[in-house]
Nanobody, 113 residues
Framework: QVRLVESGGGSVQAGGSLRLSCAAS??????MGWYRQAPGKQRELVAS???????TYADSVKGRFTISRDNANNTVYLQMNSLKPEDTAVYYC?????????WGQGTQVTVSS
């Protein structure tokens, strides 16, 4: 059974940093990533990383966020620096394998100005 457990969300002032973690179990996933959804907006891709450690970022977070992956422990991380109020959202871990997509429960990130 696939399970994704997120941790690391919280509240921070603008310019601060947070690190999100997502521990996966039940399979080894070809791609893992983070999405976010702000109130009244659609869920959007923040960053993703393949098992071969090739990363993709949304333009809005390039240069500020870094995604990384520990394949041995089946964990993906999102280091978020220089946070802005517009980064406020629920962040969801995503894992993809064999045409199926799996989601974590979400973790709240709130950035105050």
């Amino acid at each position: 059974q696939v399970r994704l457990v997120e941790s690391g969300g919280g509240s921070v002032q603008a310019g601060g940093s947070l690190r999100l973690s997502c521990a996966a179990s039940g399979s080894i996933f070809s791609t893992m990533g983070w999405y976010r959804q702000a109130p009244g907006k659609q869920r959007e891709l923040v960053a993703s990383i393949t098992i071969g450690i090739s990363a993709t970022y949304a333009d809005s977070v390039k240069g500020r966020f870094t995604i990384s992956r520990d394949n041995a422990n089946n964990t993906v991380y999102l280091q978020m620096n220089s946070l802005k109020p517009e980064d406020t959202a629920v962040y969801y871990c995503n894992a993809f394998l064999a045409l199926r997509s799996y989601w974590g429960q979400g973790t709240q990130v709130t950035v105050s100005s």
